[in-house]
């Protein structure tokens, strides 16, 4: 096939594609996004219909399904976010910060799974002897682990091809390069075409791929979009640095659900998965302190007590700062406009600042009301009562909305020794709990009331 190489300028962001470079993407609106990028295209004539004259089509219930077609990986809280063990032919990414842990969760996966299928870990990072000296120290099954130290697609697949492995892990993406590009490897265009090459190969063969990604400062994947649209099930690495903690998310799943959390501890002996995770974000302050407020979040099929902080200040600034820290900063300008329509409060002239303590980011609604009484707090400079925990979304019409699971998320309260709950109405009990007082509340003014 005969090829021209052409340059465009690709935003990082939604990986919208111009012919010159731009300061701002028109697209989606992202400053600063574009990046050179090589884009390969193939000669229309030899493309198109006659390619493709081999192919079939069949009937949707002659198509087989195999049964055995998910591997656990003996890792349940890996498990867990793949929805229930990696899927033969399927393509995982898995994104996170550098250093966070993504090297070794894999190789702990991959000498697990190495005793009873042909594994094959592919490393453009580290050397064979980096990899074998933390195999040993974290006292892994190593006997059967395959390792090749290469990064061009070609001859990975090459390998691949003689050695037939079932499971290919790819540790990074962004250090891989393809010959048909001649842009340096890390750059968009090089991610996405190997990206694309490792997985058509994985499909072809039915290999289950893992693949490493990088994530910018930005917080996301570097490359753009298109690469998590090529793979079935993107994984993040959630968590602070200094922090034990590490959650891994799904944000896409083919296969399973995408609300799903693991959750380890990194330890001096690897990643340790922690099975009963609901309380391990709970800050122990002596004394309440104001500006904060506990909730109850259910994550998957577990709840887990959050603490979410606030802290709410005079400002000096024209346009006065809204920082959050593992919250959706949009939510926080909402519930900003319904604490002044509704409640009277308003903060026009202060800076608000939010933190979820512990490095989780909660995606769910349930933690409106918390949020908003840990601001209330913080404005009025006294902590809310102590053994309290509180749960609801919060309309545009200053309305409590009910959430899913309330029951159980009350249940998780109790267990955890909370003595008060503040919860949708529609989320009350239809008897009273002898373990706990539950305030239910209709409406924003109701739960102002709560915490006079
Ligand atoms: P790594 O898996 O190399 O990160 P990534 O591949 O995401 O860049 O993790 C490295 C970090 O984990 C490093 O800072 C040290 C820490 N670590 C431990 O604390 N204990 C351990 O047993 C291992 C292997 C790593
Ligand atoms: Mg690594």
């Known amino acids: 096939m005969s090829t021209k190489t052409k340059f465009v300028y690709t935003c990082q962001k939604c990986g919208a594609e111009y012919p010159k470079w731009a300061g701002h993407c028109a697209d989606c609106g992202a400053w600063n996004s574009l990046v050179e990028d090589v884009v390969v295209k193939s000669n229309p004539r030899f493309s198109g219909y006659l390619a493709t004259t081999t192919e079939t089509v069949s009937l949707l219930a002659e198509v087989t399904s195999d049964t055995k077609s998910r591997i656990p990986t003996s890792i349940e809280e890996l498990d867990r976010v793949l929805g229930g063990g990696l899927v033969v032919g399927s393509a995982v990414l898995i994104g996170g910060d550098p250093g966070i842990g993504k090297s070794t969760l894999l190789l702990q996966a991959l000498c697990n799974l190495s005793q009873h299928h042909k594994v094959l870990y592919i490393t453009g990072e580290e050397s064979l002897q980096q990899i074998a000296m933390r195999a040993r120290r974290l006292e892994l099954p190593e006997d059967k682990l395959f390792l090749l130290a290469e990064t061009q697609v070609e001859k990975i697949i090459n390998i691949a091809i003689q050695e037939q492995p079932e499971i290919i892990a790819i540790d990074s993406m962004q250090t891989m390069y393809t010959e048909i590009i001649p842009s340096a490897p890390g750059g968009v265009g090089q991610i996405r075409e190997c990206t694309a090459q490792l997985v058509r190969y994985a499909k072809q063969s039915k290999a289950a791929l893992f693949i490493v990604g990088h994530v910018t400062k930005e917080g996301t994947l570097a490359g753009p979009k298109v690469l998590e649209h090529m793979v079935d099930c993107v994984l993040y690495f959630e968590g602070e640095q200094d922090s034990r903690f590490r959650v891994i998310r799904a944000t896409k799943n083919r296969f399973g659900a995408v609300n799903e959390l693991g959750i380890f501890a990194m ?52 346009n006065p700062r809204r920082v959050t820290v593992g919250l959706d900063p949009n939510r926080l300008s909402i519930l900003l406009a319904v604490l002044h329509r509704h409640g009277g409060i308003p903060t026009y002239n ?22 908003l009484l840990a601001i209330l707090s913080s404005i009025r400079n006294r902590p809310l009562e102590q053994g309290l925990v509180v749960f609801g979304e919060v309309g545009l019409a200053g309305e409590i909305r009910p959430v899913q699971s309330g029951q159980e998320r009350i249940r998780a309260a109790i267990k955890h020794g909370f003595k008060k709950v503040i919860i949708p109405k529609a989320n009350a009990p239809k008897k009273p709990i002898p373990e706990i007082e539950i305030i239910a509340v209709k409406n924003l003014t109701e739960a102002l009331q709560a915490v006079r």
């Open 267 to 318: 330890t001096d002996r690897g990643l340790k998965e922690v099975s009963n995770p609901s309380a391990i974000f709970l800050a122990n302050h002596d004394v309440p302190i104001s500006g904060s407020a506990i909730m109850v979040t259910w994550e998957g099929s577990r709840p887990l007590l959050v603490e979410v902080q606030a802290l709410v200040d005079d400002s000096h600034l024209t």
């Open 350 to 371: 202060q800076d608000v600042f939010i933190n979820v303590v512990g490095g989780v980011r909660i995606t769910e609604t349930a933690i409106d009301l918390a949020l």
